[in-house]
């Protein structure tokens, strides 16, 4: 199975700082997805990384609130910009295993905005 | 547009119960993968099935078990004899749209096997 780091595991913020969270890889993958869980919610697709282009966002969530890189195929950052209490959630990065058809997930960075 | 609908929020049962957590979803598209993920309260997705559209053939692994039909779009999960480990949400995951792999989940069923 595919080992996902993620960095920082949970953090405490003020409200209008900005957060990177780091997503390590132990393979090289060409898609990695941001999530969100908002608290007693499902996941939401925030966006797509492929390395080398820009990311793919999905409805509802723009590059200016959500600043992704992918300098590499085995990491990622994703950047939560200007935190209200409304951004306060678990935020999960996913690869796609090809020979298993498995989709694999970090264990996710839960973010507490005050 | 995908949408995955699990109609129950949460179940509660004593230990030993069966309990089956239900999925249905919607795609336009022919060719589709299903999934069941389980997030215990530690938060960590696990992974616990995947299936393709073309595959119809129920899967048993040791208490778990998928029943997918096509005919109802519905897939399945039923727990044999719980237990309180079983607790966790679950959650029905819908990936179609050729390769981009993106996922539409279910809400989530929240899972209690009390002792």
């Known amino acids: 199975s595919a080992v996902i780091s993620q960095k920082p595991s949970r953090d405490i913020c003020q409200r209008g700082t900005s957060l990177t969270i780091q997503c390590q890889v132990d393979?090289?993958?060409?898609?990695m997805f941001w999530y969100r869980q908002q608290p007693g919610q499902s996941l939401t697709l925030i966006a797509t990384?492929?390395?080398?282009?820009?990311?793919?966002?999905e409805s509802g969530f723009v590059i200016d609130k959500f600043p992704i890189s992918r300098p590499n195929l085995t990491f990622s950052t994703l950047t939560v910009s200007n935190m209200s209490p409304e951004d306060s959630s678990i935020y999960l990065c996913?690869?796609?295993?090809?020979?298993?058809?498995?989709?694999?997930f970090g264990e996710g960075s839960r973010l507490t905005v005050l | 547009a995908q949408k995955v609908t699990q109609a129950q929020t949460e179940i509660s049962v004593v230990e030993k119960e069966d309990v089956t957590l239900d999925c249905v979803y919607e795609?336009?598209?022919?060719?589709?993968?299903l999934f069941w993920y389980k997030q215990p309260p530690s938060g960590e997705l696990v992974f616990l099935i995947r299936?393709?559209?073309?595959?119809?053939q129920n899967e048993i692994s040791g208490r778990y078990s998928w029943n997918f039909q096509k005919s109802t779009s519905s897939f399945n999960f039923t727990i044999t004899a719980s237990q309180v480990v079983d607790s966790a949400v679950y959650f029905c995951?819908?990936?179609?749209?050729?390769?981009?792999?993106?996922?539409?989940f279910g809400k989530g069923t929240l899972l209690t096997v009390n002792p």
């Open positions: 996913s690869i796609y295993r090809g020979d298993t058809g498995e989709l694999f």
């Open positions: 393979s090289q993958v060409t898609m």
């Open positions: 990384a492929n390395q080398g282009s820009e990311a793919t966002y």
């Open positions: 795609t336009r598209d022919t060719t589709y993968y």
């Open positions: 299936r393709n559209s073309f595959d119809e």
């Open positions: 995951v819908l990936n179609s749209g050729g390769s981009n792999y993106k996922l539409t």
